[in-house]
Structures are given as structure tokens and as C-alpha cells.
């Protein structure tokens, strides 16, 4: 079991990662995504993560919870929410051919500003869509934009109105959450708070944890399987 490798057998597999070698070459594919060595060596310290290695361990993240005692996510690409700005609800309406995201617990959307990534968490039990920002920036407004794709999608899907005031839309205070110390690892924060949420656990960890969470990472995706 991964559980019982070695820690220096893990870091000798995440050095071999980071080392010389052909950029395009496959490191690992599943979900019908490719992690090349250059997406990997996205998550050597102080480099900013791309959208191939978020994609990749968001759907890892989708894949663990289907075991048991775990809430059920759908995770969206991090190219949803900039085909959802640009198109509207026309142009991702069928982004969830096959999946009922009512049924869901949790919806998990990536969030790229340009050069910094943030989290939008839909919690469908709770009715709640919160907005995870590791800079303590605002995002009102695309809670809001969510918001309007999810009452097109359930007057699409499911012939039902949403009812605004049942549901609440808020960004995390900068107090409440964990926060970056650098201008670099906006990514990592982005994954590992939609790690914790999905398990339904409290975000405990801090900027000291960064450098360990990337080799971390580098060992899950190339194995497929969160530790």
C-alpha cells in the first residue's frame, strides 16, 4: 500500500520528477488527461501551477470521494468558468451531460484571475456557495455568476426554480482561512482547500506546509491515488 512506501522512496520518485528529461514526456494519464514532465515541474517550489496538474488532482479528488463515507463532488475544469463568462449558460450547458448536480453534495469550480487561482464551493446540502481566496480577495460576484448558472441549470435539467433567498453567497474572510505568504502558491492553497473541504475537514494547514503539499502532489498524480 502507497501508505506503508517509504518517505525517502517517495522523495527519490519526486527528484526523478523534477528531473532532467523530455518535457513532453507523459508522466502520467488518466480521466482522459495528460500530465507532461513540464505540467509536473509546475509544482516545483515557487512556480505556478498550470491548468493540467489542478485538472488532474481535482479529478483525483472527485475519484477518492466516490469511496465510502465521503460527500459526492463533481469538480469543474478550470476552463468552465472563462467559457461560462464568455458564452453564458448556452455555452457549458452541456459540460454536465451525464451528471445531476443536485444530486451532488459538493460542486468544486476552479477560478483563474489572470494570474492568481481561487475556489468557488458549492455545497448543495447546505445551500451555500462560498468563495476560498488565498490572497483575501473578494469574489461576490462570481458567487453570483454561479449562482445564475445554477438556476438556468436546474430550469434546464430539472424544470424547478431556484429560490435565492434560500441559499447563502459569501467570500471567505482572510482570517478565516488559511493564507499565502508569497506570490506563488495560489495554486497549491486552491487544491489543498478543496482537498479539506471535501472530506468535510477543517482547513488547518499554512503557508509552512507548501513545499511539502507540492512533492506530495508530484506522488499522487504520478501514481493516480491521493495519500
Not at 41 to 51: A, I
Not at 105 to 113: A, G, K, Q, S
Not at 133 to 156: A, H, N, P, V, W
Request: glycine share 4%; with cysteine; proline share 4%.
Amino acid at each position: 500500500s502507497p501508505f506503508n512506501c517509504s518517505f525517502q522512496a517517495m522523495e527519490r520518485e519526486v527528484i526523478a520528477a523534477f528531473g532532467k528529461g523530455e518535457p513532453d514526456e507523459i508522466m502520467s494519464s488518466a480521466f482522459k488527461l495528460k500530465v507532461t514532465r513540464e505540467d509536473i515541474h509546475t509544482l516545483r517550489n515557487l512556480r505556478w501551477l498550470n491548468d493540467e496538474v489542478i485538472n488532474f488532482y481535482m479529478s483525483l479528488l472527485v475519484e477518492r470521494n466516490k469511496k465510502e463515507g465521503y460527500p459526492t463532488v463533481h469538480a469543474f475544469s478550470t476552463f468552465f468558468y472563462p467559457k461560462l463568462i464568455s458564452g453564458g449558460y448556452r455555452a457549458v450547458r452541456r459540460w454536465t451531460r451525464g451528471v445531476d448536480l443536485f444530486k451532488q453534495d459538493l460542486i468544486l469550480v476552479p477560478i483563474h484571475l489572470r494570474v492568481h487561482w481561487a475556489l468557488v464551493v458549492i455545497d448543495v446540502r447546505k445551500k451555500t456557495i462560498k468563495y476560498f481566496d488565498s490572497m483575501g480577495q473578494k469574489g461576490d460576484k462570481i458567487c453570483e455568476t454561479l449562482f445564475q448558472y445554477l438556476q438556468e441549470e436546474s430550469r434546464e435539467k430539472r424544470n424547478l426554480e431556484l429560490t435565492f433567498s434560500e441559499w447563502t453567497l459569501r467570500s471567505m474572510e482572510s482570517h478565516e482561512i488559511p493564507q499565502q505568504l508569497n506570490g506563488s502558491d495560489c495554486g497549491v492553497f486552491m487544491c489543498k482547500y478543496a482537498d479539506y473541504i471535501s472530506r468535510d475537514k477543517p482547513i488547518t494547514f499554512t503557508q509552512n506546509h507548501m513545499p511539502y503539499f507540492r512533492k506530495k502532489m508530484v506522488w499522487e498524480i504520478i501514481h493516480q491515488q491521493l495519500l
